[in-house]
């Protein structure tokens, strides 16, 4: 794929390649040899793709020994494998970025058993041109008295592909971010000290904090998750970057970790070198840090009896709902009746014209479009909602479905809206849920107000228009701050944070 492939039309200073339309695709296979006694922690195999230097190409990382933080294990061996865009010659020293580009990884051992298969959509820019997974094989299992002896990992081939996919769908994105100086990182001789950000998340969810510490001579960044509310918990395929920036230059780091815990133990996952601590001199630097949750699998659990109340001696006869976005929309008016109460007062009443003529206009209605109304007819039909991560359309059919009194369904909204709530998006959710007394408002206002209202100094821009266009939000909003009874504070510094397992 040659340079005049190279978007034009993009902003000055800014190249991105339009690879969605173009088929771009490629290809490493590789083979490691006797990696248990010949690499060292972040050693690295580099193997570079076929593909002509005027296109873009891959080249495929392989950290042997590991080179990630991994809980309380230092030394633990856990092989990771990362995806590097190279930018066609013509590009070199221009800024670039490749999005959308999936990276999946098959790694087997040379009888063909299949240890790991993962896979997930990363974008790529020229400052951050790598990522990848940084938790692929725990070696522990096959060696040293681990549990998978039978299985021979002296020689491991890794297949590693890309391509151009959709936009990967997320359910929450949160960032923060820390100031410090390189005094302040604690030395390698205080192992269990790091630098830490505050706790961020929502209430009754995974939590996180940003760690930064010295280890071996470098900087080390990471990610702990945690919760208190599940005995056990897993979630797989978090996208966590972490960039460290000073004036005149930026280190960057991306990668997809699997966490997992309980109740009592944090999990930690992130990178022992972004840089020499050497590189650190005495003025301020800041990291900045996103974590990027997936979106929740539709549950497989066998739905409830749905339609006890259906009578099935009567005639079956078709509704017509009118829409002013597109084709009418036809539906079994049995179901609708005995689903709903809202549309069985509707279409059995005497006294009501839908009844009459089987027939639901509803082209006035500006909340009523044909994604939201096909939502509600298959919850009626199947009793599941899922709006892929949408917030825009959930709080739509959350709204429908509120007028329509079809409480399960708002329940379900809400279910999947909770796992999108976040600091950033709080007061938009909080414009829409306010006064409904649901869990999600509740959550919310827990939001607002933890760490002595710190999303309203974050978004203390919003509150003049909240005051103008909701006023009884605002009035909430204002007492959460009086209660405070202290000036808000300036903005918290990075402290030391003794950290149990590191």
Request: proline share 4%; charged share 25%; hydrophobic share 35%.
């Amino acid at each position: 794929m040659g340079s005049e492939q190279i978007a034009d039309s993009l902003p000055p200073g800014l190249l991105e390649w339009e690879m969605r339309h173009r088929g771009w695709h490629d290809e490493i296979e590789t083979t490691i040899a006797d990696f248990v006694h010949k690499y060292d922690l972040c050693d690295c195999v580099a193997t570079e793709s076929s593909h002509q230097t005027d296109s873009f190409r891959m080249r495929l990382m392989v950290y042997p020994a590991g080179e990630t933080c991994w809980d309380c294990y230092d030394d633990d061996c856990r092989l990771c494998v990362y995806m590097e865009m190279l930018p066609p010659e013509q590009l070199q020293g221009s800024r670039w970025s490749c999005r959308n580009v999936c990276f999946q990884l098959n790694i087997s051992t040379e009888k063909g058993q299949e240890l790991a298969v993962r896979s997930s959509t990363f974008d790529f820019t020229d400052t951050s041109p790598s990522a990848g997974f940084g938790d692929v094989v725990d070696f522990n299992h096959y060696c040293c008295g681990g549990k998978d002896l039978d299985i021979s990992i002296d020689k491991l081939h890794i297949r590693g592909k890309a391509f151009v996919g959709p936009p990967r769908r997320s359910r929450r994105r949160e960032h923060t971010e820390m100031v410090f100086k390189r005094s302040e990182l604690p030395g390698d001789g205080e192992p269990n000290s790091t630098l830490a950000s505050c706790e961020i998340g929502p209430p009754n969810s995974l939590a996180w904090r940003l760690h930064v510490s010295k280890y071996a001579g470098n900087v080390r960044i990471y990610i702990e998750m945690t919760t208190d509310h599940q005995d056990h918990w897993a979630v797989n395929d978090v996208h966590c970057t972490a960039t460290l920036l000073a004036e005149g230059w930026s280190r960057d780091r991306s990668a997809s970790f699997n966490f997992n815990g309980d109740r009592f133990r944090s999990c930690a996952r992130g990178w022992f070198h972004v840089c020499p601590a050497d590189w650190l001199d005495e003025r301020e630097f800041t990291v900045h840090a996103s974590v990027d949750f997936p979106l929740l699998a539709l549950s497989e659990d066998a739905p409830p009896a749905l339609f006890h109340a259906l009578d099935f001696s009567e005639e079956s006869a078709l509704c017509k709902i009118l829409l002013a976005d597109g084709p009418p929309q036809y539906f079994d008016k049995r179901i609708l009746v005995a689903r709903s109460e809202y549309f069985k007062t509707m279409l059995t009443g005497a006294q009501w014209k839908e009844g009459l003529r089987n027939e639901i206009d509803l082209t006035n209605d500006p909340q009523a479009t044909t994604a939201t109304i096909r939502a509600v007819l298959l919850f009626l039909l199947m009793n599941t909602f899922c709006a892929e991560g949408d917030v825009e359309f959930a709080f739509s059919v959350r709204r429908f479905a509120d007028r329509c009194r079809l409480q399960g369904l708002v329940e379900q909204a809400d279910a999947e809206l909770e796992t999108l709530l976040s600091e950033s998006n709080v007061l938009m959710f909080m414009k829409q849920v306010h006064g409904s007394g649901s869990l999600l408002e509740k959550n919310c206002q827990q939001m607002v107000e933890a760490h002595e209202c710190r999303v309203l100094k974050i978004h203390k821009e919003e509150l003049t228009q909240i005051a103008t266009q909701h006023p009884d939000l605002s009035c909430f909003l204002m007492n959460c701050l009086l209660q405070l009874g202290t000036p808000p504070q300036r903005k918290r510094k990075a402290g030391v944070f003794d950290y149990r397992f590191f």
